[in-house]
């Protein structure tokens, strides 16, 4: 196991390009907001159903998906709005499948946990705790067998680590050497269980020596470690040295799901990690790099905002979908009978 | 009698059960702090965190340990947070909860119980809206059993504790927060009896679970218009009061099966086989069912809805079979 | 047109599908090798290691890797080489393979096809001798074929293979070496459509899989009594061909299943279920089923032959339902 | 991870005590002349169903379980005969299963990998490679909560440390501390699949750092080595300190299953774990330390294969199970309608 964090506040933009480490910045900020408006509007009952919110884990998301080509497949989880949104998804199809509306992604077949964008190589959030882990490795297998040079990331959460399909996952990816990226986001809860109550391995990435697989822990709340340690990984899937396995360090900042009581953790415990915030860490970042100063991160905000209000519009303006709409789709010929 | 809501009638029977025999035990995802949505709340206080066990999200394990457990002298409840996760821990469902005794020849019994999270009305979509009791009902070893009132859960479920067999018992998640009456005594469900929840004379109507609710309604809509239905609810999937249907059947010579699981190789498909060949001569016309129909529970609650068997697909068809 | 086995039947209509599309892929235990049984003996050496992959003891990747593959341009055939085992990946099968294209609004498909080794007759006990299609046909998503002959079952696999959707092949362990004439060219059966495989007046017998052989064997036994049994071999579960099914029940009034899974919510329920449904009307006796007894498979040849549907016991009921 | 192997030829036997070391070596010798007899008998079509030979890996069944009390517990798998001869098993009732008969330990109903002995702690071989991890791991779980010092033992393969059950009980039983020792039989294949080619971890007990559980490896082929290496692991169950993975590190002489044509290794491989023959070995271990001569070895193989004889005879004199017996012990209380 390497450690490789070294705090943000030390490092420098050497090497890094600037409009990467804009967009960078641009995609945390927008994931942050539509997270906290979709915290808002669930509140206020406008959708249906339940919502995980990534807020407080977007420099995971980011760091890794900065990481990858358009081509490159990822695979997410119940809590993935962040990896959608990182990895390039279509705002106004996005928010309208979460309000359920005929416009989004799946015309409200699917919801927040079921988000897909196969153009962007996004094979789907998954409702099933670490049901997205075989997937990407099956697609890793693809991009393989197609003698291409694309990669497959899945994340998953500390929780996902301990069922049985991460360990059979690994494993195959492993023995096959495919060119995969295993993203543990270590949030510090699974439900309503801390990470050190569910096991007793002291870095998830410790895990990887299991497969004989290189492993490597990192700061989730650090956006350049998260891309750096991605990098690495990458490079080496893609020069057919086979997966690697990453555990982001980072925490959840909100509920299991919106409305969750809490009562296992404290508000202090919660509140230290607020401070390690990690969007204004890397705005501090940028700007002692004179890449962004503060009022342009403002203006970032504040365009994000505006296309967030758009989304939202778009999805309040679209209509639900036709009641015999969900008889299409299950298979692609058979249409069912409906009543 | 104190009224209580679903949730609350699963933790008063696991309470009851607890109190009266100290082998039992509970595990499963987030038991000790009432589990996702609080049918196990207040145990761990009352019974403490030997007996009620939270676990990694590992369905597998909670299902094997639970084996060994009941092999070895204890009464493991573990709970699977909604039934599709039952998926995870088939092999272990069926290959060992299941089969055991038998494999064995008799030597051991396996009194375990799994509580499931079941059905849909969640916007949860596919993954977390099934109804599997189906696939339990196939496998020989098992019992299953559901309820679809608070007095009925929290009798079911200490019926199935006590019971020697393992027994899948089957929670309608969407009628979690529904209020009844509870009786203070530990009142345990007769195996393998069902309760007639309205008599009438028209058509028999035969259901379980989440739909019961939305069948009773169906029911009084019917009545309003002069067709009067006796609703069955069979609270036993397996063993099946087939007296109990037969009975009826004799009375209203017409059926309509309703179940919230896809219709397709659910379980009302098996009752009306069942029927098919043995009450044959009892009936006036076509079996019918409503069900889910036979595509995954979609999000969209426009959608969902109509996938669903929801009162006025249930009262249409109860309309039918009377005409 | 040559003989062969089932099992190098199996491994024909492999072929034949990997040699049309060099998309096609196999994987699965031992699969390099053959597998256990033989099925794939032979593809290693036409297709090479990339696409004839042996994996772990662990079912969930095997499936769940189809999935990924499936839904990025590939059209993997996984092998279970037991179906008992399909119960250590039913989320890859039910949550994932057979959903997702739901649950994304049709915006992928997954053209994968999962073979697994079905039933007894081979003193392999009660983990390694069940028929669990009736656990896939109630999964919306998922098309289930199933085949008794080794034309029927390169036919079947081919038609799977080219299939958009994901397909689950029942190929009965206990026909293996069973020999019969297969084509050279690479014919695929058509999707949905049942095969008459002996015609007869007096009543319809609907089976598959591993029961056929011996169904036409006892309708051997009760032609020479004079009780003309036709026999539809269903070879496709879902879609199910329904047509055939009233056509024949038409022409004679009665019906028998027959299947080797236990009797208690096997498939034969649904089609019972159907028959009363929608063929109400043109039936002269109650449908009866003949199938696996609701137990797990024993180990003991006197104790399997007793509980799986033989050769006996569909001759009686053939009479008796014909009487 | 500990080595603790040290050669048998080595070894001293100070510290043991004599009448184990002798019934070790009988046991040994049991299940040797049952495994020959069973080949044999099968080949000649006297026995239904399938036989999976654990002949060579004696050493490992009778070194774990002569470390365990008579009411501890084990889980044994497909290759089970070993297991359960070597924890006591009552070899008529074990030879008359094997044949399907009325008088075997199920009646019949389960056959050589279903064989059970709750009155010995044996809680079941198992058809489903994984399948008894669980189970083993339950049973410690009841020992744990009944205050008593019983362990539990599960048997499995290399084969079954690639499956997800494996994982999610590991980790289990290592959060709830509980008294059971993990024994993985790595004997080179997983059906025809050889260990190296199913993982790639360098030794399989490296595995239990995943779940900060201790992992040790020994030569199964040296009894004493299983033997030490399981009192260690015992002791530590039953002071409360939680679980081990072992590895034990053996050779599978014959095909998977009897009739395996075995194409994918070569006779030379067999050949040189053959002359590794645990039983000579450990004979020649007795003999140094003046425990056992000679002579008396081959009077407790003649003694062994008296017995095996009359277990044969009791078997094969046996009646068949009648056909109505099996619509019993599905449930306890239910019998099934037969025909
Ligand atoms: C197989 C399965 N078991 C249980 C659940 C219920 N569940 C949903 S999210 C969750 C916790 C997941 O924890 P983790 O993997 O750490 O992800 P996080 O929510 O922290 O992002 C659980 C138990 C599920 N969806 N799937
Ligand atoms: C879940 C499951 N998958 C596949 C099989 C078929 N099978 C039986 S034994 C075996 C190999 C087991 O290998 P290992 O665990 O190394 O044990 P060994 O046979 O070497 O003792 C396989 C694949 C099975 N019984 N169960
Ligand atoms: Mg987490
Ligand atoms: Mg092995």
Known sequence: MTETTVALAERSADGYDRELLLSMYRSMVKIREVEQALVRLFAQGRMPGFIHSYIGEEATAVGVCSALRRDDYITSTHRGHGHILAKGGDLDRFMAEIYGRSTGYSGGKGGSMHIADLDLGILGANGIVGGGIPIAAGAACSARMAGSDRVAVSFFGDGASDIGVFHESLNLAAVWDLPVVFVCENN???????????????????????????????????VLAAHEATIRAVERARAGAGPTLLEAKTYRWRGHYEGDPQPYRTSDEVEKWRERDPIPAFAGFLERNQIQTAEEAGTVRDEELERLERAIKFAEASPEPEPRDALRDTYTDIVERGW | MPEMTYADAVAKGLSDAMRENDKVWVLGEDVSHGGAYGATQGL?????????????????????????????????????????????????????LAKMRYMMGGSTSLPATV?????????????????????????????????????DVRAV?????????????????????????????????????????????????????????????????????????????????????????VRSIEKTHRVLIVHQACERAGFGAEIAAFIAAEAFDLLDAPIRRVAGLNVPVPFAPALENYVLPGEERIARAIFEVAA
């Open chain 2, 44 to 96: 761990k206080d009352l019974f403490g965190g030997d007996r009620v066990r939270d676990t990694p999200i590992s369905e597998a394990a909670i299902i094997g340990f639970s084996v060994g457990s009941a092999m070895t002298g204890w009464r493991p409840v573990a709970e699977l947070m909604h039934m599709d996760f039952s998926a995870c821990a088939m092999d272990q469902l069926v290959n060992q």
């Open chain 1, 188 to 222: 510090g809860y699974a439900d309503f269980i801390a990470t050190h109550e569910h096991q007793r391995v002291k870095n998830i990435s410790d895990r990887a020596a299991a497969y004989g697989m290189p492993g490597e822990w990192f700061d989730g709340n650090d």
């Open chain 2, 115 to 151: 509580r499931c999270g079941v059905g849909g009305w969640l916007n949860a979509a596919a993954q977390h809206s099934q109804s599997l009791e189906a696939w339990f009902t196939h496998i020989p070893g098992l019992k299953v059993a559901a309820a679809a009132t608070p007095a």
């Open chain 2, 157 to 245: 479920l200490l019926a199935a504790i006590r019971d020697d067999d393992p027994v899948i018992v089957l929670e309608s998640l969407s009628l979690y927060p529904e209020k009844g009456e509870v009786s203070d005594d530990p009142v345990a469900a007769p195996l393998g009896i069902a309760d007639v929840k309205r008599p009438g004379d028209d058509l028999t109507i035969l259901t379980w679970g989440g739909t019961v609710p939305r069948v009773l309604r169906a029911a009084e809509t019917a009545a309003a218009h002069a067709v009067s239905a006796e609703v069955i609810d069979l609270l036993w999937l397996h063993p099946l009061d087939r007296e109990a249907i």
